[in-house]
């Protein structure tokens, strides 16, 4: 991609539009059919900061979702895709399970078709004490019509037995996996953003880039227009900027936008720092200080202390703050 043009508000000609305001006045402005993929994870209606403070009932959120759900639709061309991320609604009598709450805003579209329901699996979070702790989101992934593209390929894992070989039949003595890896699966296995994670970013609930590529890279095509409706500090946009396609978002906090900016220039210029797609989950090695307890009296070393991501320190630039090189 050459200089990267980014607009505030819809502009056809853009590489990336980044509105700062209400989701609806965004996708109100924009053609019908001019996006190839919707990808999201809206706000859950918890309290966040970013929610200003207040809890809609729930019958007044599943509204609000089902305007913006029915404003991404009409906004896909026919094939493309609509992957909405949702978990679960904590709340003091137990918990709601979000996606299904908003399974029938996306079937009262007839032409929206449930193709998987992924299940985004990772380690760390809030340890609960009276309930199991929540280690999953749930990303509904809907294609406009049937006539959809699926670029597996380009989305294949490594096998778990690649030197495993057909031991009857025609192709006896064969390797009997895809050379190029094995489909993912819908049970997807990526670090959340937190801490130590190279994005983050002051946001409280990025998602992380590679969860965005694998959609990317096998429903849409170079050049074609990638929408989050919740932009958030632009982790969808970089996705797609990353691999050559448009990107179009809108977020009520003009902070978020001004760290999606930086973020999504870097990305342009090929020196934004991702988790690489397909890195392995890691584990601590036995001998390492993490995987064991020492006799605290036995105790040798300090803590080290770490720098801050590239992500934060691109969050502190954006806020025009005091630059702090340790945490
Ligand atoms: C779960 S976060 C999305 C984070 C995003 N996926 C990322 O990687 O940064 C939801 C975002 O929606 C924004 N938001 C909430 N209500 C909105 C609205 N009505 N219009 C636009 N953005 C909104 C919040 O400010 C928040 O950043």
Avoid at 304 to 324: H, N
Wanted: aromatic fraction near 8%; proline fraction near 8%.
């Amino acid at each position: 991609m050459g200089a990267l043009r980014v607009a505030g508000t819809w502009d056809p000609a853009a590489d990336v539009v980044l509105h700062h305001g209400d989701t609806l006045d965004l996708l109100r402005a924009m053609p019908s059919a001019c996006a190839q993929l919707v990808v999201t994870s809206p706000p859950y209606n918890i309290a966040k900061p970013y929610e200003r403070g207040a809890r809609l009932t729930l019958e007044r959120y599943v509204a609000a979702q089902d305007a913006v759900i029915a404003a991404c639709v009409r906004l896909l061309r026919p094939g493309g895709s609509l992957c909405w991320q949702v978990g679960n609604h904590v709340c003091e009598d137990g918990i709601v399970p979000i996606d299904v709450l908003l399974y029938p805003c996306f079937t009262r579209h007839p032409e929206l078709r449930l193709r998987n329901r992924v299940v985004w699996h990772f380690e760390h979070g809030l340890h609960c004490r009276r309930r199991f702790s929540g280690r999953y989101e749930v990303i509904l992934w809907f294609t406009k019509g049937d006539g959809y593209p699926f670029d597996l390929d380009s989305i294949r894992v490594p096998q778990k037995y690649p030197g495993k070989r057909a031991w009857k039949g025609r192709r006896v003595g064969e390797y009997t996996g895809h050379p190029l890896g094995k489909n993912p699966g819908d049970v997807w296995i990526f670090p959340n953003v937190k801490a130590n994670h190279v994005e983050k970013t002051t946001h409280p609930c990025q998602f992380p880039i590679e969860l965005v590529e694998r959609f990317v890279l096998s429903v849409t095509r170079p050049g074609d227009l990638v929408v989050d409706p919740y932009l958030g500090v632009g982790s969808t946009a970089c996705a797609a900027v990353l691999h050559g396609r448009r990107a179009a978002g809108a977020d009520v906090v003009a902070e978020y936008l001004a760290i999606a900016r930086r973020r999504i220039v870097l990305a342009a210029r090929g020196e934004l720092r991702t988790r690489p797609m397909g890195r392995a989950v890691p584990t601590p090695r036995p001998t390492s200080a993490l995987a064991r307890r020492d006799d605290p009296e036995r105790r040798t070393h300090a803590p080290r202390r770490r720098a801050p991501t590239q992500g934060l320190r691109i969050a502190v630039d954006a806020d025009g703050g005091a630059r702090d090189d340790r945490r």
